[in-house]
């Protein structure tokens, strides 16, 4: 807070693996930084680190976050900041250790230093609710939870609310912590035909506030195969339009809701019901 | 909404399941603790930092002979993680806790006539104090995934939805507001007037005592509507309120 900034820490969490955590963190980080925000975003996968390549900076690292954990390095020797964004940066995760690398005195005061330094801090969340995801949560002042709109994924979203509720910081001081859902992987046709639940339908058993829709788009691989944040590499796709809107939402600015490919805003009356 | 959120925090708690050796006491005690002994004799440290509980259903013993075996077992570095089999009145402090095994049995221990000299006063104060404590639950915000909610002491009163892989688990009656999704056992300390009652049932599975059905065994009809189930006899009875 040196220079009188309140920084806000937000983990990008799911439990479920490949619902596409790192894609929106690359992609919601971009946008921010796009729209004149001071970021970092920070692999919490330690031993499966991603997040560098999605942001094309993997032949950049040279120190990691269990370095600076173990003070190996300092924490400007391991920012890696963005070749096409001056105000993006990334700390990446170490592949050759795991999560038991991952000390919570360690994480606190990476954190309370990237707090001083940037307005943003996007936690990258590893699958799961072991000790790496634990320790992703643990310091965020808000959550975006990553979800597909079946079952197992919004199953998996429940449980992590329900670990955002008691094993943060924020929680643990008995405050709320903010958390935002974020529906991945929408494929509009077969919501239409009824294969996959409907936004509706997840909305009612997540309930938590809808941060944004984001259709399943060639450009989310495609982007992610030349190593630049959808946000960046096709602005104007549907998904990138998606998280866009998404960022701008996270900075309270109000933005009706579409559902991809639907001409109207049906959505603006679920999303005006702010379950917070 | 931090306030929802601090008190959450405060109720909600695992249950959790544990191994442990029984030892059920078969009297008389002196011949049962010389087994012991040869037992002992043959393997030491055999129960050395396992969990024990006595099973003593098979004997009448007053609360100073319970505290006596204790002691005793004590003195053979057997430690004790609970006692089953006895008459809950006989709870005292200084005692290890009764278990009810998850049955929650009620067991009708006469009084032993020829009581044993001078019986603690405080055993009778103990209930007294507990019986004020039974109180039923609320719960304002929605139960999550794997979390677990218990209250074997009354009733369990959720005014939003439980998750589906969460449980509630009350000793009376459980009263849901919103949707219940997973796993709902009323009745858990043998009750059997307790009942589930829920505003709309897309559930795992609604268990009184321990009679139970899973969501394949319950009619597809009442799933999303208003649902009750109680026990008549030993049927577990599930209908729609309405």
Known sequence: MSEGKSARVLVVTSGKGGVGKTTSTAALGAALAHLGEKVVVVDFDVGLRNLDLMLGAERRVVFDLINVINGVAKLQQALIRDKRLENLYLLPASQTRDKEALTEEGVAKVIAELRTKFDWIVCDSPAGIERGATLAMRHADAAIIVTNPEVSSVRDS???????????????????????????????????????????????????????????????LRASNVGSPVTLNAALSPPARAYFEATRRLKGEDIPMHVPNESRGILNKLFGRKAA | MSSLTCQRQSLTFRARSYTAFVFTLQPPIEDWLAALDAMLERSKGFFAGHPIALDLSATRLSPVEIAELVSELEVRNIRLLGIEGINPAAAHPRLPPILRGGRGQDIEVPEPVAAAPAPAPAPAAAPAAKKQEVASLMIDS??????????????????GSVGSGAEIIAGGSIHIYGTLRGLAMAGAGGNARARIFCHRFEGE??????????????????????????????????????
């Open chain 2, 142 to 159: 929605p139960v999550r995934s794997g979390q677990s909610v218990v209250n074997i002491d009354g009733d369990i009163t959720v005014l």
């Open chain 1, 158 to 220: 429940d449980r992590i609310i329900g670990l955002l509720d008691s094993k943060t910081e924020k929680a643990e001081r008995g405050e709320y912590v903010e958390k935002h859902l974020l529906i991945t992987r929408y494929h509009p046709w077969r919501a239409a035909r009824g294969e996959m639940l409907s936004i509706e339908d997840v909305l009612e058993i997540l309930s938590i506030p809808l941060l944004g829709i984001i259709p399943e788009s060639e450009e989310v």
């Open chain 2, 205 to 242: 599975l609604l268990a009184i005592g321990s009679h139970y059905k899973t969501a394949d065994e319950i009619e597809d009809s009442l799933r999303r509507g208003p649902t009750q189930a109680w026990l008549d006899g030993n049927t577990l009875k599930i209908s729609a309120m309405n």
